[in-house]
């Protein structure tokens, strides 16, 4: 059996069929034409004018929720929020005014979305993790944060993603069910930090004058605070050195400039003091062998 049998059969009659399809259509737009087209202008005319109040509707509340002192990532996060659902009304009134039964459209959107929903698994859960970082707030825009296996400053929170700025400049984008999915460490949410080094001197090294120059070095150092008081002791008499825990408490944002600055000053003062760093040494013996 050839395909033209199959067409056969399928449709018995095609030319009957188009002719009565073209009276259809000559017959709809002789009786409905102007207004269908009436109403595709109006359509038209009602979402571009619904497009546009929707966008000054969003820049209105942006500004209410700047004015108010909103968090700025909370900011961005609202407005697309408000843009995309009042957009979406738009679209519907649009259709409804073209003749489009919305009911029924609803419904069809309604078993489309669930689909959607289906296989859209994870952009669902990035959209859900991203109102959970909004509403709970573990951090805002500005702060250094480790989440999602990366470090960096966090510079937006949009409705999938959370968009953060490395230390070398990088732009690294996370999607936010792994940043809620682990742990979140945010080194901007407290005003000060304590900065932890280990500092290990050798046995043959005299100890308290070890720790008279730990001392003033920190007391040198105009950016770390006196309360809480900095701790410079003996924490451990190591395998080959006595190590000293030297902790000084400073603003977070001068953290990563003091640390760098005292470890470069205990090393030169070691140096001039005469004191020992100790390290991993080998002793390596070679014995002739007689041929």
């Not at 509340?61 to 909103?70: C, F, G, P, Q």
């Not at 679209?91 to 309604?110: F, H, I, K, N, Y």
């Not at 984008?173 to 050798?202: A, Y």
Request: glycine share 8%; hydrophobic share 45%; with cysteine.
């Amino acid at each position: 059996m050839n395909l033209l049998s199959l067409l056969a059969q399928a449709v018995p009659d095609p030319v009957g069929q188009l002719a009565a399809f073209k009276d259809e259509a000559v017959e709809f737009v002789r009786t409905n034409g102007l207004q269908f087209v009436l109403n595709l202008v109006l359509a038209i005319v009602v979402y571009y004018i619904g497009k546009a109040i929707t966008g000054v509707i969003t820049r209105i509340i942006r500004r209410m929720l700047e004015r108010a002192k909103v968090d700025g990532i909370l900011v961005r996060f609202v407005s697309n929020i408000v843009y995309y659902v009042l957009l979406a009304v738009v679209a519907m009134a649009a259709l409804d005014r073209l003749g489009v039964e919305t009911t029924s459209l609803t419904a069809v959107l309604a078993a489309g979305s669930f689909a959607v929903g289906m296989a859209l698994q994870g952009s669902l859960g990035n959209f859900a993790a991203g109102v959970m970082l909004i509403v709970f707030r573990p951090f805002k825009m500005g702060d250094f944060v480790e989440a999602g296996g990366t470090a960096g400053v966090v510079e937006e929170i949009s409705i999938f993603h959370t968009i953060l700025r490395t230390p070398d400049n990088r732009r690294v984008i996370v999607p936010n069910s792994t940043v809620t999915g682990g742990t979140i460490t945010n080194n901007s949410h407290n005003p000060t930090r304590r900065i932890d080094l280990v500092i290990g001197c050798g046995y043959g090294d005299d100890l308290l004058a070890v720790k008279s120059f730990l001392n003033d070095v920190i007391e040198e150092e105009p950016r770390i605070l006196d309360d809480p008081e900095p701790t410079v002791a003996v924490s451990e008499l190591g395998e080959s050195s006595v190590n000293f825990i030297v902790r000084p408490w400073v603003q977070s944002s001068d953290y990563a400039a003091v640390k760098y600055d005292l470890i470069e000053r205990i090393k030169l003062g070691f140096d001039q003091r005469g004191f020992n760093f100790p390290f991993p040494s080998r002793d390596v013996y070679t014995h002739p062998v007689e041929a």
